[in-house]
């Protein structure tokens, strides 16, 4: 099966062909738009699938880049484990080379890590048509430059994953969601960070609308110690199950509609976001304030100053015009470094041309 | 990757350069000054540089790297000198560019949980610094008494506790580091991510062969409450090997799990009076942390596991100071290693933990193969051993017996599905052995990742990623000679 794939890259590398790399099209509305390019054939990775190896007690699953993120993670379900950076499907098909590929992590990001954090290894089919392994099978691995991690939120410009090994974790004993209503933004805020500071079994927080949810995870008497300190109202375990669902998945209402969704990654102690006093629009905090989601229409280079100016930046996330211009620009000398990393993966373009920014 | 020629200018010319660049006393150009920078921690390998500079700025670093390229001259990062591999390994034409004297904390934020600093700082000093905020930076390696960040940047160093902490590569969030063009530039910054490519996760680890670090901002972590540590015996390796599994297996994710052997703990117990049951075949060192009822709670837990797993006695650490003399035995198996024998060969691979038996095993039949000790201390959470082989450096067929003990532990570590380095890196020490775990395809890619960062080869050349030609010479001596007698000497 990775056969067929490795020809198809080598087809296109030998004539000056280009691939849209696929798995179920979950993501497709992520990154820079398909334009020229959506007539590219597509390399669909979905008939490339299945776990490779899995044994609960290495706390490390392998598997190929078509698994369905649902079959994996009922499969690490089925042993008490998960994959602790929750990373949204975004749809019933999503992939395990997808979810890495785009690199979006959820909830638990601030707390457990990012999906970087926990890629272990990676094989990879370079634009030269050459499959090759990174990192490998173990928790700890410096033999060489750590590729594997690169890959993820590449967004397939590099080459072709194939593979990947991710280290898994324990699902928390215990978990519970406090709801604390008629906070502004600012005492949100205040109150995340100092929690943040403090020994507590945080897993997840959200804020909207004058409403914070904490989500707490760990030992039995850890959760319980925390809900005592922080207080609050405590939500029916299904009530909480499928917030934070509604919020990894951004099925919840404040993610519908066509106003442009603006991903605003900054640090978590910035003061709300605001353009001369005004706010930016309707806003989600999430990441314990290092996420602030905003629907605006403002224009994208009035929010990547906002961004900019609070230490972060700005990913147009949705839209549903074709716009480009999705991710913030780079420094000219970090950019350099990006179009010699290409060339040396994928020397002749082959790989999804300009999906992380315009000709790379 | 082509060694960038050395222009005719010279030393000299590139030596009274930099003394007008630099402040007096920070180019070093005697032989005698330049000693104490001749090898790193692994001092099988010494070699005197064309010079040793010690900036005190990021300017001064800067325009030590733009002379360096304009004179064609390599130059090798350094830290504190710790390192194990070989990273800081002088080269024989090339500037050893110490970061000894950018050792500021600049900052340190108490409610972003950072904390800003120079290259040259201590691991430990950060920890310590934050320590009156109720704060901590998580990886500890056992040198990081003395160890700087900026090696920990380029060697992703992890410690007794990364099994639940993470690596470096987790624990920094952005890092301003100068490549060879002389650019500054910042990888990461102070959100949980940055648009493009993740660069900052290619930088930690890189052994200072892509880019050379001026500045780190690191995240900090609440200090938990109270840790407590299980020393629980076992009369069998592979049980004590088994009874990690379990404990895994089960949910837990202790915040340290060590695994000593008998050869270990005798070694170590005269030297650190940790308290160690010396009777035991193996150790294991299993900790909990948090508050104190999370810790009760999970300290029973491990019990029950330990104990069904086959553990026959416990004891969990009393008091703090009980806790520290366990993890004080741990943290001093090297320098205990230096006692009993007069010189060690730490190795440094990860396996996966189910063929820890097999691995153990097979180390006991290479004792008698090559006639020398090897006791074993073990991350065992993470997989990544570290068989310490006794020999003598004064005689030479020792040293030769413990370089193909050590090349045989490692690529026993590859045949096993594991790796050649779980966090002391390659270096030059493991470079032969990178043409066993990777082949060349694999390696020409790492070269271009050099080649993106780094286009004038100009950082840390022949380290860490061997070339085509260095590996056919070693795929030759393997085939004629067996044991090999100096495999870190270049050979071509």
């Known amino acids: 099966m990775v056969d067929d794939l490795i020809a198809q890259v080598q087809a296109a590398a030998g004539t000056g062909g280009r691939l849209r790399i696929r798995g179920s099209g979950s993501k497709d509305w992520y990154g820079e738009p398909w334009q020229a390019s959506d007539a590219l054939p597509v390399l669909d990775t979905r008939a490339h699938a299945g776990i490779v190896d899995y044994d609960p007690s290495e706390l490390v699953v392998t598997a190929r880049c078509g698994t369905p993120l649902a079959e994996l993670e009922a499969t690490l379900a089925a042993s008490g484990q998960m994959l602790a950076c929750e990373p949204p499907r975004f749809g019933p098909g999503a992939t395990v080379g997808g979810c890495v590929s785009a690199g979006l992590s959820g909830p638990r990001r601030a707390s457990a890590g990012s999906v970087r954090d926990f890629v272990l290894g990676a094989r990879l089919v370079n634009g030269r048509g050459q499959h090759m392994a990174f990192g490998g099978q173990v928790i700890k691995n410096v033999a060489g430059y750590d590729v594997s991690r690169l890959l993820a939120g590449s967004l397939g410009i590099l080459g072709l994953i194939t593979e990947v090994s991710l280290k898994v974790v324990p699902v928390p004993v215990a978990e519970a969601t406090l709801r604390f209503d008629g906070l502004e933004q600012a005492t949100a805020l205040e109150r995340l960070n100092r929690w943040a500071g403090q020994p507590l079994p945080l897993s997840a927080s959200a804020w909207a609308d004058g409403t914070l949810h904490v989500r707490l995870s760990g030992a039995e008497a850890a959760v319980r110690a925390a809900r005592s300190a922080l207080g609050g109202e405590l939500l029916p375990d299904a009530d909480a199950s499928s917030f934070w669902a509604a919020l990894r998945e951004q099925s919840a209402p404040f993610f519908a509609g066509d106003e442009p969704l603006w991903r605003m990654s900054v640090p978590s102690i910035a003061p709300p976001l605001a353009l001369a006093g005004q706010g930016l629009g309707g806003e989600l905090l999430e990441w314990g304030g290092a996420l602030r989601w905003t629907r605006s229409t403002l224009p994208a280079d009035a929010l990547r100053e906002a961004a900019r100016a609070a230490g972060g930046h700005a990913t147009l996330f949705r839209a549903a015009d074709t716009l480009s211009g999705r991710f913030t620009p780079l420094d000219p000398a970090l950019l350099h470094i990006h179009q010699r990393l290409k060339a040396e993966f994928d020397p002749a373009g082959v790989f999804n041309p300009g999906r992380l920014y315009p000709g790379l | ?492």
Not at chain 2, 12 to 31: F, I, N, Q, W
Not at chain 2, 297 to 306: D, F, H, N, Q
């Open chain 2, 1 to 492: 990757m082509d060694m960038p020629a050395r222009a005719a200018t010279g030393r000299e010319a590139l030596v009274s350069r930099l003394k007008a660049l630099l402040p007096v006393g920070s180019v070093l150009d005697t032989e005698e000054a330049q000693r104490p920078y001749e090898c790193d921690g692994l001092t099988l390998f010494r070699q005197l540089p064309l010079a040793t500079v010690l900036p005190s700025t990021e300017a001064e670093l800067v325009a030590t790297i733009q002379a360096c390229r304009e004179a064609g001259v390599p130059v090798v990062p350094r830290g504190a000198g710790t390192g194990l591999s070989g990273g800081a390994t002088p080269h024989p034409e090339g500037v050893l560019l110490s970061t000894a004297k950018m050792s500021r904390i600049l900052d340190i934020d108490p409610v972003a949980r950072t904390a800003r600093v120079q290259p040259g700082v201590r691991n430990l000093a950060i920890s310590e610094a934050a320590a009156r905020h109720g704060l901590y930076y998580a990886p500890d390696p056992s040198s990081q008494i003395a160890c700087s960040i900026g090696g920990n940047v380029a060697e992703n160093s992890g410690g007794v506790h990364c099994l639940k902490y993470g690596l470096t590569v987790h624990n920094v969030l952005r890092v301003r580091a100068v490549t060879s063009d002389g650019d500054v530039l910042e990888f990461g910054g102070g959100a949980l991510d940055s648009p493009g490519l993740d660069l900052l996760a290619v930088l930690v680890g890189s052994e200072g062969m892509l880019a050379v670090t001026t500045e780190v901002t690191v995240k900090l972590i609440p200090r938990p409450q109270l840790a407590r540590c299980i020393m629980a015996s076992f009369a069998d390796v592979g049980v004590a090997g088994d009874a990690v599994a379990r404990l895994i297996a089960d949910g837990i994710i202790p915040a340290g799990l060590e695994m000593m052997d008998q050869p270990a703990t005798r070694m170590v117990e005269p030297f650190a009076n940790a308290g160690y049951d010396l009777d035991a075949a193996a150790i294991l060192l299993c900790e909990a942390d948090g508050t104190p009822e999370e810790v009760e709670e999970e300290i029973a837990r491990m019990s029950e596991v330990l104990r069904e797993a086959g553990a026959t006695s416990l004891r969990v650490s009393a008091s703090e100071a009980e806790r520290m003399r366990f993890w004080a035995g741990r943290k001093n198996a090297f320098p205990a290693a230096g006692r009993v024998s007069p010189d060690y060969y730490c190795m440094d691979g990860t396996i996966p933990r189910r063929r820890l038996g097999e691995m153990l095993r097979a180390i006991q039949q290479m004792e008698v193969k090559y006639d020398m000790r090897c006791p074993n201390v073990f991350h065992a959470g993470d997989g990544n051993l570290h068989p310490l082989i006794l020999f003598d450096a004064n005689d030479p067929s020792s040293l030769a017996r413990a370089e193909a003990f050590g090349a045989d532990i490692l690529e026993l570590c590859v045949a096993l599905g594991g790796t050649v380095t779980g966090e002391h890196g390659v270096g030059i020490e493991k470079i032969n052995q990178m043409c066993v775990q990777f082949p060349a395809e694999a390696r020409e890619q790492f070269f271009g990742v050099k080649r993106a960062f780094d286009p004038h080869g100009l950082l840390n050349p022949g380290k860490c990623i061997p070339t085509l030609h260095r590996c056919a010479e070693y795929g030759r001596m393997k085939v004629h000679g067996g044991a090999v007698p100096h495999p870190g000497l270049e050979r071509f």
